[in-house]
Every structure is written in C-alpha cells, then in structure tokens.
C-alpha cells in the first residue's frame, strides 16, 4: 500500500538526513507533511519531543515487511578475511537459523 500510494500521488520529497528527534518537529511546524516510521515507535518519538499527538494520524501499511533487516556496509579496505569474521559472529549470536543470511 505504502509503495502504491507514493507512486500513485507522486508527492514532492525531499530527503534530509538529521536526528529522528527533528522529523516530528518538522511536522508540528508544517516544513514536512508526513513520516514513515515503524508503528512501535510512534508514541516515544512523539512524548520524547514533549511534542502532542493532537492531528496526528497513523496509517497501517499493508505491505511492509514484518522482519526488521539490518545491513552493515565495509569500505573497500575492510579485508574479507575481517567481513567473514564479522558474519560469523554474528551468525553466533542470531543462532544457526538465521546463519544463512549472512554472506559477503
């Protein structure tokens, strides 16, 4: 759904790269319309900003993915020997299941 609307609207975008805290801010203050952020996060980001949710609305999109996929990207002098050691310990932590996501 997330996907289709944004496409379908063609909103004017206008990427910024800041502190989370500033993203609601930019909303109260009418610089931004709208967020995307995961659901669970909502509340804090608005109490920890001392900000209130009065107008506020929140939107369930269908179609984003339930896993919380994180990546971690190396410089070109970061060895391979070093990346493999980093995805096997990681693969140690996550357990056996999930061993197999990590790859160079």
Known sequence: MGDRLMKN???RTH???TRRDTLPVLIQKNSADYLLIAPEE???LISDEGLSNEG???LTMQDIPEDNK???MFSMSVSDDM???ISESIAKIVGPD???DFSK
Do not use: D, F
């Open 9 to 11: 609207l063609s909103p």
């Open 15 to 17: 990427e910024i790269s």
């Open 42 to 44: 909502v509340e804090t």
């Open 56 to 58: 506020c609305i929140t």
């Open 70 to 72: 994180r990546y971690l």
């Open 83 to 85: 990346i493999t050691r």
């Open 98 to 100: 999930l061993s197999n």
